[in-house]
């Protein structure tokens, strides 16, 4: 592997540690392909991610354990201490929150109502109704919201949280001003579906809910969710 490559792997490892994020592997190398374009192996940045483990060259609160992420597969998740390896979900990159296994925060789960037919819109800013959560538990985003910023299957996004709201962004902002007076609560992976779904941890910052207003602002590129 290119020094510069090799460099690139230990700078998103950096980003997922900052961002107490639970990742594999994999997920760093899809990281690098979709959000940088890097044309890796796989093999050679889990090599990379490993080794950075082994010599101590992540931060003291990450652990890692090998667990069943996909049919017949398995792989190491790396996660920080105060969580659990077995709430980590390929699909939303930071994991998903289960009270039931020590995690930092534990709101009940509630059965969510179906979306509303969204209202009439300004000019860029598009209201899109409210949404639930699905039967994990998790704040669904649907796609027909996220491709409204170009967000597609396999993008990374951050999650911050500002005031009372929290604001999803591309994961291309992820440095730029536009976040760095927010409070960075994680990144996420957009699903196979183009759908974004956030933790039950994650929704806490803005209380428990069945249901959310989500908008999207076209112009900035940031979808909003309130209670």
Partial sequence: M??????AVKDQV?????SDAMFTAYDVTKAL????????????????????????????????????????????????????ADTYDPDTLGGSSDPSQGSPTQPSQTTAPPPQSPPQSPPQ???????GTDKRGRLCIPNEMT???????GDA????LEGNHLEIHPGT???????????????????????????REVQTNIGPHAHYSVEVNTTDKVIVISA
């Fill in 2 to 7: 290119e020094p510069t490559t090799e460099q």
């Fill in 14 to 18: 950096g980003t997922f540690t900052v």
């Fill in 33 to 84: 392909r979709h959000e940088q374009g890097l044309d890796v192996k796989h093999f050679e940045v889990r090599d990379v991610v490993h080794a950075m483990f082994d010599n101590g060259d992540m931060p003291t609160h990450m652990s890692r354990e090998s667990r069943s992420v996909g049919s017949r597969r398995t792989a190491f998740v790396y996660f920080p201490s105060w969580r659990m």
């Fill in 125 to 131: 800013t598009i209201p899109q109704g409210r949404t």
């Fill in 147 to 153: 491709r409204k910023i170009g967000l597609h299957k």
């Fill in 157 to 160: 996004v951050v999650v911050c």
């Fill in 173 to 199: 902002k992820r440095m730029g001003t536009a976040v760095l007076h927010m409070r960075i609560l994680g990144t996420y992976f957009v699903d196979k579906s183009d759908n974004v779904r956030l933790s």
